[in-house]
Structures are given as C-alpha cells and as structure tokens.
T-cell receptor, first 114, second 116 residues
C-alpha cells in the first residue's frame, strides 16, 4: 500500500505537554504532508516536507522525515485544548502519473485535556 | 479571498437514488480532486479533474463520475447509491499550472452524505 499509517491511533495528553505522532509509508515519495481535521470537518494543511528535507518547523509544529526508514513524525509542543483533532499524514509518491494525488493514513486522534 | 466551498453541507438519500455534490475551488486554482472519507478512516482518492478532463482515478466503481466546468468548479455524481456510500465527501483544489504549487492542496469543509 502507498498509504501512510499513523501511530498511535489515539493519544491523550494534558495541556502543556508535547504530542508526538508517527507516520510510516512503503513507497518512495516526492513529499509528505500533515493535515488536521476537527470533528469530521474539512482538512487543514499543516506542513509539507519534501523528500530531500529532514526537518521542518512551523510555529509549535516540528516535522521530521527519515526516507531511509520511510517514516515521519509530527511533534506539537506545549499543546493546547484547541489542538484536539485528528491528525493525518499524506504521501505524494515519486511518480508523475499520480501528480497531486494524496495517499492518507487512518489518522491519530489527539485529545488534549485542560 | 474565498477558499474551497462545497454544497450541500449535509444530504440524506435512499438506496438506489442518485446524488450530485458540488465544489468551487479556491480562487486561482485550476485542479479539483475528490476524496471519500468513511467514518473513522482517512480520505480515499476518488478522481481528479484538470482542464475539464478526468486525469487520475482511484479505485472507485463507474457509479462515481464527475465533471469540471470552464470556471474550474466541479461536480461529483454517484448513481445507484449503496449504504456503503455514506461518508464525508471532500473536495480539494490546487494549482497545477504552476508546478511549484502543484502539491499544495486546499480542502473544502466537505459534504456529509447519509444513505438510508
């Protein structure tokens, strides 16, 4: 499967703690993206990391990519109750025929308690 | 600048009926992709439209069809609805004409379809 697979399926933490979610995939990629989804609504793009990048930051988000292990991690620092959502990784394979097509995993449900 | 919009927000249909969902892409975008998200699952790619033609298709039966109009908006049609078609249908737009931006996709709020 070309889909990313997130781990853990569910994560429950207190406000102020850090949250780490992992994603594994099976094929070579052009880039990997992380999305957030609140309560079954639309997806919000968080960050895109290209295959030649190893780490990327955006505010309280830090994404790493290890292409040798075909894995990525999303770290949310100093979490807030508003971070409660489902988080998905999506891969874009390194094949032109699938240009722009995203392959999603099943997601990690993050719950941040006040 | 309006983002991606979808209509309707919610829809209830009966098995065997047909449904049409609509999507207007973000301003400046020329490519529309459709995804199906079943409860508790990640989105699954249905198909993608660019220059009014279907460019890619996921593993969905021919009951799922689409169209893109000259103004880049798009429709998703599903015929002979099954209970298993109940899902959130998401539309995503991107700007294929500029390769540096081709991977940046913006999602709409989705249409929740319930088939009874």
């Amino acid at each position: 499967s070309q889909q990313g697979e997130e781990d853990p399926q569910a994560l429950s933490i207190q406000e102020g703690e850090n949250a780490t979610m992992n994603c594994s995939y099976k094929t070579s990629i052009n880039n990997l993206q992380w999305y957030r989804q609140n309560s079954g609504r639309g997806l919000v793009h968080l960050i895109l990391i290209r295959s030649n990048e190893r780490e990327k930051h955006s505010g309280r988000l830090r994404v790493t990519l290890d292409t040798s292990k075909k894995s990525s991690s999303l770290l949310i620092t100093a979490s807030r109750a508003a971070d409660t959502a489902s988080y998905f990784c999506a891969t874009v394979p390194d094949r032109g025929s699938t240009l722009g097509r995203l392959y999603f995993g099943r997601g990690t449900q993050l719950t941040v308690w006040p | 600048d309006a983002g991606v919009t979808q209509s309707p927000t919610h829809l209830i249909k009966t098995r065997g009926q047909q449904v049409t969902l609509r999507c207007s892409p973000k301003s400046g975008h020329d490519t529309v992709s459709w995804y199906q998200q079943a409860l508790g699952q990640g989105p699954q790619f249905i198909f993608q439209y660019y220059e009014e033609e279907e460019r890619q298709r996921g593993n969905f039966p021919d009951r799922f069809s689409g169209h893109q109009f000259p103004n880049y908006s798009s429709e998703l049609n599903v015929n002979a609805l099954l209970l298993g078609d109940s899902a959130l249908y998401l539309c995503a737009s991107s700007r294929r004409s500029e390769r540096v931006h081709v991977y940046e996709q913006y999602f709409g709020p989705g249409t929740r379809l319930t088939v009874t």
